[in-house]
């Protein structure tokens, strides 16, 4: 059952379970955004409590994906993702008996431990339920749109249930959803081959120096945004130091937790260069294009949210564009060919982005465009270019680029537009001067956002030629 299934019908059972696996995620993304007032109100929660509300998910999901990917490869992706599922319902259902905004931060980061041992998997033995790279792209794709649609229905959902019930219910719902995966997965997948699994001891030391590198980069985007340049700069620092480190450990250990060699393959470095263009290009842009359309042209909370209605779109229905381009033009040159999407799509807006709201929802639909399709065959190929004893590792590996560039594209927005705007960016009422001011940096970032992801792309395409 692990190899050789003909359809996507024939891993019905398999599929269902990995796709709550990853509307689960995604779901975890955004639903709860909508209750943070409420609960703000409810525990007494000052403002930076509410932050690592949401940050404790994000900071310990994306720093432990990669040490459970290479936990998985040796003891069984199945037997890790099942145990983390097990988990997520727990920390969800202990939701009932948080009293504190430290108690519920103590649960969004189990459920973030939850998350970095399942998320990574959902790729990895989707990719191992079928031969053909073609029926791997269109499970990942169904698997991936799942999620998609759980994080653009998320903010609405939690809307609606917050009308008729308590907080809470919004992370109850993952009880059902786990439980939904866990037979899914249980049923639909044998447990892994011991010949598809390696045997060597964890490296303890680069595990732990790859967290904290990864922690420290998830950490500082937020305090630059905050407007703490002195801490995140220190924390920056900090993540540089410990990424040495770990280079450095990962070149000498005999039993590397992450083989630098297998990272340098031309399909897997290419592969995640693509995706983290891709991340880095879509936050940044989701960042900048909020702002504007609130604090520059005046408008609401709801209509700002409708204006990013084409990006919403096309995630979730650029699905049917993955399979014809990768049939028509193969995986490595839609991959590049996506990727460069995402690319002209931030040039669009940084250079006529500010002379209206159409040439806004043309870049909106060029990058989600790119990203849609870069996210899937990206992430196949990284798996293609590795031993099927590392594809774990190198679906946590995929998972972190996105997430690490993520931050960084919102941090170096963020920063960009703290150093050129003076006063208080959220104030009514801007001088001339200020919009002036905004407008630029806006271009400024923009610009820097498209080199970056380039020079990303660039470098990738030039790993894939």
Avoid: C
Avoid at 310 to 318: D, E, T, W
């Amino acid at each position: 059952m692990a190899h050789g299934k003909s359809s996507l019908r024939a891993a019905w059972l398999a599929l269902t379970g990995l796709s709550a696996v990853f509307l689960v995620e995604m779901l975890d993304n955004s639903i709860l955004n909508v209750a943070l007032p409420t609960i703000g109100r409810e525990l007494h929660a000052s403002t930076t409590a509410l932050q690592w509300v949401t940050g404790a998910y994000a900071v310990v999901f994306g720093g432990l994906m990669l040490a459970f990917g290479a936990v998985a490869d040796r003891y069984g992706r199945r037997l890790v993702m099942i145990v983390g599922l097990v988990l997520l319902g727990v920390a969800s259902l202990a939701t009932v008996f948080v009293g504190t905004a430290e108690q519920l931060i103590a649960v969004r980061a189990a459920m973030g431990v939850a998350a970095a041992m399942t998320t990574p998997g959902s790729l990895a033995l989707a990719f191992r339920l079928f031969p053909a790279d073609a029926l791997r792209v269109r499970a990942t794709t169904l698997i991936s749109t799942v999620g998609l649609v759980g994080l653009a229905v998320g903010p609405t959902v939690g809307g609606l249930v917050l009308a008729v019930a308590p907080w809470q219910a919004l992370l109850l719902v993952n009880v059902p959803i786990a439980v939904l995966a866990i037979v899914g997965v249980r049923f639909g997948i044998t447990a892994d081959d011991p010949a598809e699994l390696h045997r060597d001891p964890i490296d303890v030391a680069g595990a732990a120096l790859g967290t904290v590198t990864i922690v420290l980069a998830l950490v500082a985007p937020t305090l630059f945004v905050s407007g703490d340049t002195a801490g995140a700069s220190a924390i920056t620092v900090g993540a540089l130091a410990a990424a040495v480190l770990f280079v450095r450990r990962e070149r000498l250990a005999e039993y590397p937790l992450l083989d630098l060699h297998l990272v340098a393959r031309p399909l897997v470095s290419s592969g995640l260069a693509f995706k983290a263009a891709a991340g880095l290009a879509t936050a940044g842009l989701g960042y900048l294009v909020t702002l504007q359309l609130q604090l520059d042209w005046g408008w609401s909370p709801g209509a700002a949210a409708l204006g990013m209605l084409p990006q919403v779109v096309v995630l979730i229905a650029g699905g049917v564009l993955v399979r014809p381009l990768m049939e028509k033009l193969g995986l490595a040159r839609a991959a590049w060919l996506s990727a460069g999407a995402v690319v002209v799509g931030l040039a669009v807006y940084a250079v006529l982005g500010r002379f209206g709201y159409a040439w806004v929802a043309l870049a909106l639909v060029l990058v989600a465009a790119g990203m849609r399709v870069v996210g899937v065959v990206a992430g196949v190929n990284v798996l293609r270019g590795l031993p099927e004893d590392r594809t774990t590792t190198g679906a946590a590996l995929v998972d972190t680029a996105s997430e690490v560039t993520t931050g960084v594209g919102i941090a170096a927005a963020g920063t960009i537009l703290a150093a050129m705007f003076t006063g208080s960016i959220a104030t009514t009422g801007w001088s001339a001067g200020q919009t002036a001011q905004f407008r630029a940096a806006v271009t400024v970032a923009g610009l820097v956002l498209t080199g970056v992801a380039g020079a990303l792309v660039g470098w990738g395409f030039r790993r894939s030629a």
